[in-house]
């Protein structure tokens, strides 16, 4: 969530100088990252590091559609949830051994 707000939140102001948002940007991705390394760490011993990506992004995916349409006012359209129901079903594959 942190990253999503880091990467994406700027574009709401989009007035403010490059540098600063980067700078504030970074600020905030850094309390993500020392949040997900420990738990990649964690989440080592029960998932392999194929599954805990794919966990990562389907995370990363739903919270970044609620972010667009709830903070940068975007549409959510049926194409949009075509191509995450084909994310999630590829994320179903990963889990599910042949």
Do not use: D
């Not at 994406?8 to 997900?36: D, H, M, N, Q, T």
């Not at 966990?55 to 959510?76: H, K, N, R, W």
């Amino acid at each position: 969530m942190f990253v999503t707000f880091a990467w994406y939140g700027c574009l709401r102001y989009k007035a403010a100088p490059l540098a600063f948002a980067i700078l504030v940007s970074w600020g905030i991705a850094v309390i993500e990252y020392c949040l997900a390394v420990p738990a990649n760490r964690w989440g080592s011993a029960v998932y392999s590091p194929v599954e805990l990506k794919t966990i990562q992004e389907v995370v990363t995916l739903a919270v970044f559609a609620g972010f667009s349409v709830l903070y940068l006012g975007e549409a959510f359209h049926r194409n949009h949830a075509v191509g995450f129901a084909l994310i999630a079903g590829g994320a179903f594959f990963v889990f599910h051994r042949w």
